[in-house]
């Protein structure tokens, strides 16, 4: 079954931390075990990859409840349930969430002092994030996902619309971010001058040039994706010159024949499409450049400890 919200959780969350003091992992085990959770649901991460998703919705649990007086924290990395958290659960409430810990003066002040402390125009926001069932975490990589979404779709209209000349100079830059081809101008002399069937530049592997990967660049707007025979043509090339090292670069897709036929070559053959291309580029920050960062931080422990 799906890892229920974090609100979902608030219930058994309690319910394990009126058993006596207990840890974050540990009561996800627990959780994890009633749920009947697949091994890949445990192991679940958020889209940053910090923290796994059943962690994250138990702290957040654990948090909430924490600012309603239900849990408290004996001492550092534990919680346990408090008078009024063992009260609750002795009423038999089929499910705890936001709206029930607002019956809670303690909680009701931390909720309307979050909304309080923010402009007046992110009053709604910040109380319609509160009462989401998705965490902080989640909801942070979620507006994430979507404006990285909208800025690749935005870069590959972009790249489209420039000429064949603009593409070769986007892909010298991304790989010298990558770290190939030494400097741009070295980069520049081997990319796009090398006039071979099928080549359209050949960029060093490495500053000292001891190996080679050549290029194969096709501009192509989508819908017009690259086959089978475009990649056969390109090890032709490839084995003509003596080379094992190829990038297929396009702005479109490729079929899957012509994935199929790329995997089972000796030679080595990176396949680089437009959604993996703006991957890249948002990556090495080639063709953009750093809007807004947001830094959240957290208690150090450390600081607290004696």
Do not use: H, M, N, T
């Given at each position: 079954m799906p890892i229920p919200d974090y609100q979902a959780l608030m219930l058994p969350v309690l319910t394990i931390a009126a058993d006596g003091a207990t840890r974050v992992p540990a009561v996800a085990e627990k959780v994890a075990d009633q749920l009947r959770l697949s091994d890949e649901e445990r192991e679940e991460m958020l889209p940053s990859g910090r923290q796994r998703v059943l962690h994250n919705r138990i702290h957040w649990a654990k948090f909430y409840m924490t600012k309603a007086g239900l849990v408290t924290s004996p001492q550092r990395?534990?919680?346990t349930a408090t008078e009024a958290g063992r009260a609750l659960l002795a009423q038999k409430p089929t499910r705890i969430d936001v709206e029930r810990l607002k019956a809670y003066p303690a909680f009701s002040a931390f909720y309307d002092q979050t909304g309080r402390s923010q402009p007046t125009d992110q009053v709604a926001a910040v109380t319609e994030a509160t009462a989401s069932e998705a965490t902080p975490e989640e909801q942070i990589d979620a507006a994430s996902g979507l404006l990285t979404s909208a800025l690749k779709a935005e870069l590959l209209a972009r790249i489209i619309e420039q000429s064949p000349a603009f593409f070769e100079r986007l892909i010298v830059e991304l790989l010298v971010a990558m770290g190939y081809g030494g400097s741009h101008e070295d980069a520049a002399r081997r990319l796009g001058k090398s006039g071979d069937g099928g080549i359209d530049g050949i960029i060093d592997e490495d500053r000292l040039g001891l190996d080679r990967i050549y290029v194969q660049?096709?501009?192509?707007?989508?819908?017009?994706?690259?086959?089978?025979?475009?990649?056969?043509g390109f090890v032709g090339s490839l084995v003509g010159l003596g080379a094992s090292k190829g990038v297929f670069v396009t702005t479109s897709s490729f079929s899957k024949q012509a994935q199929d036929y790329a995997?089972?070559?000796?030679?080595?053959?990176?396949?680089?499409?437009?959604?993996r291309l703006c991957d890249l580029m948002i990556e090495f920050d080639v063709g953009v450049r750093r809007y807004r960062s947001i830094e959240v931080k957290r208690i150090d422990e450390d600081f607290f400890s004696e």
């Open positions: 990395g534990l919680f660049a096709k501009r192509y707007a989508p819908g017009s994706g690259v086959g089978r025979p475009e990649i056969q995997r089972g070559l000796q030679q080595r053959i990176i396949l680089i499409d437009g959604e």
